[in-house]
Structures are given as C-alpha cells and as structure tokens.
C-alpha cells in the first residue's frame, strides 16, 4: 500500500484529506469511522510534474480550498471536488515541506521550503505578496497562524519560534529558542498557547508573558522518543497529541498536569506514524496516518491507559538503614506470600514477582540501627598507634556481624602502616638532628688512651680498634678487613644494624672515628693566575682549605649522634605503591552509601592526618559534626562529649564550649 505523508480536516471537522505520494484522497466521517469519497491524482507531463512532500493543509474559513506542497518547490491549489486547478506557486528553490491557510482570510496562505525561504500568497494574486527569509536558513518544518491575526509562527532546525506579520515581509518580529535541537512542530491554543515538539524528546507548552515581549515555559513533557507532530485537543486544553518520527507507530496524548507519563496510547500502526490530526465534530476522536498505507479512525475511550501498567509499589532506603515502602493498601502481612495461577488473568500465566514483603535477616543485621548504636558505643578513636586502633575497631565490627566494615577496617591499617611508620622515623631523625647541632665534637668523641709515637704525636693503639681481640684473620700482609667487625670502631653489635642509609643518610658515615686515623693531607698548590680568568668568565672557585682557617667548622665533619641513636634510627623509605588516592576513594564511597559513622570514625583515629586523605579540611569536619548531631539525635550524650572532647580539630573541639541543647522543664 502507498504510503500517507499528510492529513488535514475542513473548518466543521468532517472531513478528511490525505496525501499519499501519487494522489490526495478525500474521506468522511459518517457512525462512527472514515468512508472513503474521492481521490486526485498528481499529473504527470510536460506542464505539470507534482510529487507530495509530506504535507496538505484544508482551509479552515472556505471548504473549497486545499493545498499541498512538492518536492519540486510547488505549491499546489485544489479543489475537493474538481482537483487540481491552474493557479499554483513555485517560489522555493528546494522542496516545499509546510503549507497552512490563515484561520480567518480563505485567502491567505503561507508556505516553508528546505531552503529556508518563507512564502505568503494572496489566492486572488498570481505572485506572492511577500517573501520572508531567516539568517540562518534552516529548514522550516512547521508554520502555524495565530488565531485570528495576520502573525503566523514557524519552527525550523535551529531550535527557535520565529513570529512574522504577513504585513511585514522579510521582518522577524519576535524569536525564541525553545529546544535544544530542531523544532519538528508546533500548535497554537485559542488563547495564543503553543506547544512545541523537537528533536531533543521534549513537549513544551509555552504561554505569552503579559507585555506579550516573550514566552514562559508552563509545562514540559519528556517522551519517549523525538517528536514529529503535536496537536491540541480542541476540547481539552490539557491534552496533547502527539507521534514519533523513529521507526515505530505509537500515538501518545498527554496530560500537561501530569507529564511523567502519557495519559492514553495508541499502536495501531505497523510501521511509523506521520501525521495526526484531531476531529471537531467528535470531542474524543481522532485520525493517524503512516507508512503501512492506513488511515485509522480512534476514540480517546478505547486507549491504553499506561497507569494501569504502572507498579503501585516502591521502595527507598534511608541514610540511616530505614526501608520506606509505599504500596496501594495497607499490608496486612509481614512475611512474603506466594502468588497463585491463574488461568482467567488477561496477562496468561501469573508468575510470582522478585519484590517480596520481608525481612531479609542479611541485610537487617548490616542496616540495623542497633549495630550503629553498639558500635558508637566501643568504637575508639584514639591509642597508642593508628594500627591497634583500626584492629580493636575491626575486632568490634566482627562482634556485631558488620563483616564489610571489620574488612574495611584491617584494610586500612595496612594501607597505613608504611605511610606512619614513615612520619615517626622522620620524626626520630628531627630529634636527633636538634640534639647533634647543640653537641661539640669532642662530647661525642668517646676518651681514647694517648700514646707517644717516635715523633711526639698521638697514636691510638690496635686495642682501640678491636677492643674484644685482633682477629685471626687480620695478619700483616692484608689491606682490608671483612668480618663481623668492619667498620665496627667501637666494638657494637652489627645484628640489630637497621640499614645502610641510617648510617650514610647525609654521604658521609656517622661513627666516632678518631681524629689521627688518616693522616693529614698535602697542603694544595696556591691558585693560579687563571683563577682570575675563571671568575671572570662567570665561574666561581671556592679558596683553599688550611689548617689553620678559622672558618673550618670541625663539628660539621662528625656526627653528634651517639651509638645508642645511632641504632634506632629508621629509615624513611619511599614506596612505589602510593595508598592514599585508594584510602581516599574508599573514604568517599562510604560518604556516598550514607556510613557517615565509618568516615568520622576513621578521621577522629587518625587526628590531623586525616587532612592527608580527605579532598578538603571541611569534608571531615562535616563528617565528623554529622556524626555528633546522629549521635544526639539518639541521645548518647556521653559519647558525643568524648568525640568533642578528644577531637584534634579545633573547630569541632569548639564545640565543648557551647551550649548544644538546653532543655528547661517548668512546673506551676
């Protein structure tokens, strides 16, 4: 069957035309569905060579008028009963893809072209008598008059309404942008509403501001897919009309007042639907047209109402692990029930749904308000160091069956060990640094035994060097020694030795060697005259070092740190793995589940340092006050006060100094 691209009805709405491809056929409505009474065919030869483009408007103030575009750039004039006359229109240089008549001149009538030109003819004329363009020459998918005025609105591709004065050619006299994408149609109200469908999914209902200067969105509507066409009802000025352009031959119509849903739906096409067009003479019908070939006669009473369809049950969770159901009538038992069969249910076989009424113990015992209360009850947020603080917690969640919590705890302590371990050993190393600077060498040089060698000088003995005896190994032809004693001048133990780096952390070794263990070196030649040459070439030379330089600073060449710090010093190592940005995302993803316990919890253990995982300062402050006000909510004071109390941040310690809740109880 051919398909319809178009449909139009007469001022009294009895009458029906379509356009097909190769004709427009004429029906009318008669009990109840449309009769079929004429068709016109499209001529074909040298002076006429007409082919429909989609649309076909009837003249709503003269019944003996009709007009359909091409895709030629013609405008065809007819006549119901005669066909198609000789006074027709070529002024687009594209197809010609909208045509309407003026609703109170029978001879005024207005066309849009794919090229973006807009054409307004006068029938008595033989040429327009105004051509009307935009600047961004998009094409016009739909024009509509104003109810008795010269001003009609188009839509195009660009998203805007544009309104023009017939009496004001190539004169935009007010435009609006009302959807992201284009605007595929439009439809006036008697009080000058529109409604607009576009591109972008949406029905929008617009109404004239009171200076009539722009348009207030009244009501919007999200459908399903774009919309090609939509049409008011004209006994309703709720009801919207409306078909797709995708593949599929729904008509929907639409109550504004409630948007989320359409109100009635229609599939009785096969393939999609083009065009809709209401009846005046019946308040509840309508006609569609698609691309199956059909025409279809519908009444608004034998739709399909979507609410029928729609669950009358749901369900929510709260923050704080409360379930909300909402259901059509009260719920008379607590425990799921099962769903019989039934033969005679219009939907065949009944299955049992997957949403039950119970109480799944699982999920109670990790959402239970009782856990949450228990745990802020033995949870701590201080002790001797954050890892015994995370076990004891995980130790705690284990106790109440909170098995994700106890795991996230453990995972934590983990995570965090290396970083802490790291600040106490910088810690160590800051301490030890203060007191070397306040040391001289000779209070850090232990007393050795003086001597006189042949010349005078001091020597130190062998016995200083290997206090607990010289070495088998150590004979007189060997230049080195390697044994449980190198480098060990002061006879300690090198198992509890912790790295290589404690001792040469700052390139130079850290034990007490003696001041007469190497001898002094050969004082250096005096500079050259090309030192003067150097400088001048930008290079800076340092000057020799003599022994009797006043600015040589003995103590710097030693270290002040005895044996004892030596060997607790802790090596701050840096790690390949980074741990905070995955601490950091498990912080907020327990914000986003709503465990605000969980966050301010790990925030108060951690003090200060929590700054080092959150994103900002005031997102553990905010978890923490959050926490506070759940906590007095369920009126444990006790707690409340001890997480103020104890909290390294002042702005939640403040707190202490306020007054939280005061409650006065007056007798008469």
């Keep these: 069957m051919e398909p319809f691209d178009g449909l139009s009805v007469n001022g009294a709405g009895t009458r029906v035309v379509a356009a097909a491809r190769s004709a427009i056929r004429l029906y009318s409505l008669g009990e109840g569905q449309l009769l079929f009474n004429k068709e016109h065919k499209y001529p074909r030869g040298k002076r006429h060579n007409f082919y429909s483009s989609g649309s076909v408007s009837w003249s709503p103030v003269c019944e003996e008028r009709i007009a359909s575009t091409s895709i030629n750039g013609t405008v065809a004039i007819w006549n119901p009963e005669i066909g198609l006359q000789d006074r027709n229109y070529k002024q687009h240089s594209a197809a010609a893809i909208k045509v309407n008549f003026s609703t109170h001149d029978r001879n005024l009538l207005v066309s849009g072209g794919k090229d973006g030109s807009i054409a307004c003819y006068d029938l008595r004329s033989k040429l327009p008598i105004g051509m009307f363009r935009t600047e961004c020459e998009q094409p016009i998918r739909d024009i509509q008059f104003l109810v008795n005025q010269d001003i009609f609105i188009t839509a195009d591709d660009s998203g805007f309404v544009r309104y023009w004065d017939v009496r004001k050619p190539g004169e935009v006299v007010k435009e609006f942008s009302v959807h992201f994408g284009p605007v595929n149609s439009i439809s006036v109200l008697s009080n000058n509403d529109i409604a607009t469908g576009g591109q972008d999914k949406f029905l929008r209902v617009w109404h004239p501001t009171s200076d009539d200067s722009g348009l207030q969105l009244k009501y919007w509507m999200e459908t399903m897919s774009s919309v090609s066409k939509v049409t008011w009802d004209p006994y309703n000025d709720f009801h919207l009309l409306s078909c797709s352009t995708i593949n599929e031959g729904s008509v929907h119509i639409w109550d504004s007042r409630r948007a989320y849903l359409p109100y009635v739906s229609f599939d009785a096409h096969t393939e999609t639907c083009t065009d809709v067009v209401w009846l005046h003479a019946e308040n509840d019908a309508f006609v569609s047209c698609g691309r199956d070939g059909r025409i279809i006669y519908h009444r608004v009473r034998n739709g399909e109402i979507a609410a029928r369809h729609v669950s009358m049950i749901s369900l929510d969770t709260g923050p704080r692990g409360d379930i909300l159901t909402a259901v059509k009538q009260h719920v008379q038992n607590s425990q799921a029930r099962k769903v019989s069969e039934n033969k005679k249910h219009p939907m065949g076989r009944v299955e049992p749904s997957i949403l039950t009424i119970s109480k799944p113990i699982a999920i109670a015992a990790d959402m239970s308000q009782n856990a949450f209360i228990a745990l802020a009850k033995e949870y701590r947020v201080e002790g001797d160091s954050f890892q015994e603080t995370c076990t004891v917690n995980a130790a705690i969640a284990e106790k109440y069956g909170q098995h994700q919590t106890a795991y996230s705890w453990r995972v934590i302590a983990t995570l965090f060990e290396p970083l802490f371990a790291e600040d106490e050993g910088t810690a160590e190393l800051n301490e030890l640094e203060k007191r070397r600077g306040s040391k001289s060498v000779h209070d850090v040089l232990p007393d050795q035994p003086e001597q006189n060698d042949s010349d005078g000088k001091n020597a130190t003995t062998i016995e200083t060097f290997f206090p607990n005896g010289i070495p088998d190994t150590l004979t007189a032809g060997t230049d080195m020694y390697f044994g449980p004693e190198e480098l060990n001048m002061q006879g300690m133990s090198s198992e509890p030795f912790p790295s290589v780096h404690a001792l040469f952390g700052n390139g130079r070794a850290e034990a007490n060697i003696p001041e007469d263990f190497f001898e002094p070196r050969q004082e250096l030649p005096q500079w050259s005259s090309s030192e003067s040459d150097c400088e001048e070439e930008g290079f800076h030379i340092n000057p020799p070092i003599s022994e009797d330089s006043s600015d040589y600073d003995e103590a710097s060449e030693f270290s002040g740190i005895s044996d004892e710090d030596v060997l607790r010093i802790k090596t701050n190592t840096s790690h390949v793995f980074d741990p905070l940005p995955m601490v950091t995302a498990m ?76 409650r006065s109880a007056m007798k008469k």
């Design 587 to 662: 912080m907020y993803d327990f914000s986003d589940e709503g465990d605000i316990q969980m966050c301010a919890t790990i925030c108060l253990a951690m003090g200060e340092k929590a700054v080092r995982v959150v994103k900002q300062r005031s997102h553990a402050i905010g978890w923490i006050r959050e926490y506070i006000e759940m906590l007095e909510r369920l009126e444990l004071w006790n707690i409340s006060s001890m997480i103020i109390k104890t909290c390294k941040f002042s702005e939640v310690s403040v707190l202490g100094n306020e007054c939280r809740l005061a």
